[in-house]
């Protein structure tokens, strides 16, 4: 009787009785969760390959975006400067309102080198044309006004702007060659000065086979910083190349170098004279002391002159 009613109820459409739980767990497919690997934090797949990260500037060599306003400019501006600029002809010209020679050089000079840090005309212009004049008709009155120009040459190659830079060396030059003992007072100040100098001297732009015009111009840094050095050692006296020597190890001295050469070619004209003469070969030890002797009159000489 109870084997008949259950299969009346199957061919009604009736299931047979399910427990809830199994029903639940079916339904939610907990037994299959986490099984796949979609939904988890960390995966098997290969990581990609990331950029490697460029290694920031230090920027060293950047110009100042800014330049503080000068000395000269506020000056200018102000109708204090005895100068003004000359459109008479086809060139510029600089006016002076008094000869250069009545100035107040420990007043003026120091202002026009602080000129040399503008890059605006008419400041550029009358700064650097004004300097000229300054130095070439300063004669004794510039030793006197040496300490102070050296802040203002400090802060000119402190800009890193390479036109100012380039004016400021040229500068350097003309006021060492200017007048006696001025290299020599100038030695002391190289701690403030060559620093700069020591980070350009062999920036070089490597151009390969193109043409460097700024060779003709005279605006090549590193070959105008080495022009100044040796320009600094040349009138600076006996301690003038231990002080660049120190402050730039990099740098070699172009009279003991030249110093060296002549010592060379005199010791194989003489050898040569000898040999060709006498018909006699020196020996090494007669070589050695004949250039020993030679080196040492050739230093003695340098010394002197």
């Not at 503008?118 to 040496?146: H, M, R, W």
Request: glycine letters at 6%.
């Amino acid at each position: 009787m109870l084997q008949q009613q259950q299969t009346n109820k199957r061919i009604k459409g009736h299931s047979p009785q399910r427990s809830p739980g199994k029903f639940c767990s079916n339904l939610l497919n907990i037994s299959n969760k986490f099984a796949g690997t979609g939904g988890m934090c960390s995966s098997l797949a290969p990581k990609k390959s990331q950029a490697p990260q460029k290694v920031p500037k230090s920027g060293i060599f950047q110009a100042l975006p800014m330049i503080e306003q000068t000395l000269f400019k506020k000056y200018y501006d102000r109708g204090d400067l005895p100068i003004a600029v000359n459109f008479s002809g086809a060139v510029r010209k600089i006016v002076w309102k008094c000869e250069p020679e009545c100035l107040d050089y420990h007043l003026y000079l120091p202002i026009f080198f602080e000129g040399l840090r503008e890059v605006e005309d008419p400041y550029k212009f009358l700064a650097v044309n004004g300097c000229e004049e300054l130095l070439q008709k300063g004669e004794t009155k510039i030793l006197s006004v040496l300490p102070q120009l050296i802040i203002p040459i400090k802060k000119a190659l402190a800009t890193k702007n390479h036109d100012i830079m380039c004016i400021t060396l040229k500068k350097i030059q003309k006021l060492v060659k200017s007048g006696q003992m001025i290299g020599e007072a100038l030695v002391p100040y190289y701690r403030q000065i060559l620093p700069v100098m020591n980070m350009y001297k062999n920036k070089r732009l490597n151009i390969g086979d193109k043409i460097d015009y700024s060779q003709r111009k005279n605006e090549n840094l590193s070959d105008l910083i080495q022009e100044t050095l040796e320009t600094l050692e040349k009138n600076g006296g006996e301690d003038a190349y231990i002080n660049i020597k120190y402050m730039i190890p990099t740098y070699e001295s172009f009279e003991l170098n030249s110093l060296q050469l002549k010592i060379s070619i005199i010791f194989q004209k003489l050898l040569k004279y000898h040999v060709n003469l006498k018909r006699v070969k020196f020996s090494s030890e007669a070589q050695r002391k004949v250039k020993q002797f030679i080196s040492l009159s050739m230093l003695n000489y340098y010394q002197k002159t």
